[in-house]
Nanobody, 130 residues
Framework: EVQLVQSGGGLVQAGGSLRLSCAAS????????IKWFRQAPGKEREGVSC????????YYADSVKGRFTISTDNAKNTVYLQMNSLKPEDTAVYYC???????????????????????WGQGTQVTVSS
């Protein structure tokens, strides 16, 4: 059974930093893409960043570009989202999701409908105070 277990998150002041982790286990597919989403109260879930198993160029939402960095540790089957210069508008529940795919163009993955992601993490709250 594929599991994505998230950790990190919490409460931080504006301008601060947090790192989210998404540890994957139980999957056997060789190629995949992982995407971070977030959902603020009363809003739709939106993409934050995505990265492929090939380690190619990741993709970022314009709202986080230059502040967030996605990375992988293949030895630990873990994806990280380093979030710097946090703003109150970054407050949301953050989710990681994985898609079994050979597609490694993150521009394509970015446009992939949310329902096509195969497995999801449990979500973690990030709250940025002003």
């Amino acid at each position: 059974e594929v599991q994505l277990v998230q950790s990190g998150g919490g409460l931080v002041q504006a301008g601060g930093s947090l790192r989210l982790s998404c540890a994957a286990s139980g999957f056997t597919f060789d190629d995949y893409a992982i995407k971070w989403f977030r959902q603020a109260p009363g809003k739709e879930r939106e993409g934050v960043s995505c990265i492929g198993s090939s380690g190619g160029t990741p993709y970022y939402a314009d709202s986080v570009k230059g502040r967030f960095t996605i990375s992988t540790d293949n030895a630990k089957n873990t994806v990280y989202l380093q979030m710097n210069s946090l703003k109150p508008e970054d407050t949301a529940v953050y989710y990681c999701a994985i898609k079994d795919t050979t597609q490694q163009d993150m521009g394509v993955i970015w446009r992939t409908p949310i329902y096509e992601f195969d497995y999801w993490g449990q979500g973690t709250q990030v709250t940025v105070s002003s």
